[in-house]
């Protein structure tokens, strides 16, 4: 089962999924920016030539609790936004979505 939410954080529109997966639940914090995820997925997966920037944050259940995690990983999109380890998933976000490229 998928569940899709919209979220509004920092004055702006995302979606949250939820994916109801044994064992693990699924959630992602998506914009036409940015990509925020769990570290269930690689980032490898990602590290194709999006336009969007794409974060991994430790594992938290909870689209809150996302937003609390630490980065442990992003793409190069991210990188060149000011993404750093360890900051918050939050803060990470944030600094791609105001970004103006």
Do not use: W
């Not at 036409?32 to 194709?48: G, S, V």
């Amino acid at each position: 089962m998928v569940e899709v939410k919209s979220l509004q954080l920092f004055d702006k529109s995302f979606i949250g999924m939820y994916l109801h997966l044994p064992g693990y639940p699924l959630y992602m914090i998506i914009s036409t920016k940015t990509i925020l995820a769990q570290n269930m997925l690689d980032i490898n997966y990602f590290r194709k030539e999006l336009p969007v920037s794409v974060i991994i944050c430790e594992y938290r259940y909870g689209f809150q609790a996302m937003l609390n995690a630490k980065v442990i990983a992003m793409n190069d999109a991210a990188r060149a936004h000011g993404v750093t380890l360890e900051m918050k998933g939050k803060e990470a976000l944030r600094l791609c979505e105001n970004s103006t490229s």
